[in-house]
């Protein structure tokens, strides 16, 4: 109770800190979508969409802000990530729009996400401004720019429905988690998940651009999803013999 009492003042400081950066950076995102709504002639509720999109993310992240602590600051590493989640939901805003000019604004925006990606980790690594919120912040954001790329990559017609399982595989893997509780026993830290992650993103960019037609964009697109289906039978074949192990255990005694 004495550390809930002392975590309590710090956990205040840190959401009022939260709230005001996320309100700065809705209005910076509603400024510049309405900038890029008139200069690419998008419809009349793309700002909307865009900042209706960063909320709701920003507020369901925000229910793990306590995983911060016992940091009493929101951190530059996060700020970059808070960055990242408003120009992922730049690009969540062109999906519906009709617009054939929204190709290419849309992979310059999905690179500057991808290239930012490295920053908020070195900069919470060389800050000491690492956490569990700032993990979880990070790949919430990756999970939410790959399910928006496949859903465009399939608007544009650059790959079959199929494409959408990019996207989903991830939320899929959480709900295969809250049947089977073995699937939510933590993975140990693997380049081979991030570099899968990496490519999975760079497939859909290459799947996105103008340049890459189809069949070749689906082409692409599928090489990403294979080697993301692979990365993801690895995990659960291990996360499964570890079950098996931890069930023989228990049988044993």
């Known amino acids: 109770m ?26 910076t995102l509603f400024l510049g979508s309405l900038w890029l709504s008139n200069s690419l002639a998008l419809g009349g509720d793309f700002a909307v969409k865009t900042l209706v999109l960063f909320i709701c993310a920003a507020a369901w992240l925000g229910l793990y802000l306590p995983e911060h602590l016992p940091h009493g600051r929101f951190g530059p590493a996060n700020l970059v990530t808070l960055g990242r989640l408003a120009l992922t939901a730049l690009f969540g805003g062109m999906l519906g729009e009709e617009s054939a000019a929204i190709a290419w604004p849309a992979v310059i925006i999905a690179t500057t996400v991808l290239l930012l990606d490295g920053v908020d980790g070195w900069l919470a690594r060389r800050g000491g401004w690492s956490s569990a919120f700032g993990a979880r912040f990070d790949m919430e954001t990756d999970a939410l720019l790959v399910l928006l790329m496949a859903v465009l990559c399939l608007q544009l017609g650059k790959a079959g429905a199929w494409v959408l399982l990019s996207g989903a595989m991830r939320y899929l893997f959480v709900l295969a988690g809250m049947v089977w509780r073995w699937l939510r026993r933590p993975l140990p830290e693997s380049r081979r998940r991030k570099t899968v992650c990496v490519l999975q993103v760079l497939s859909l960019l290459a799947a996105l651009a103008p340049v890459v037609s189809a069949p070749w964009s689906s082409g692409v697109a599928a090489t990403g999803l294979v080697l993301l289906c692979y990365s993801f039978l690895v995990d659960v074949a291990w996360l499964w013999r570890r079950s098996d192990q931890s069930h023989a255990g228990v049988d044993s005694r």
Not at 10 to 23: D, I, K, N, P, S
């Open 2 to 27: 004495a550390r809930s009492n002392t975590l309590q003042p710090g956990l205040q400081r840190l959401t009022q800190e939260a709230f005001v950066l996320v309100l700065v950076a809705a209005l």
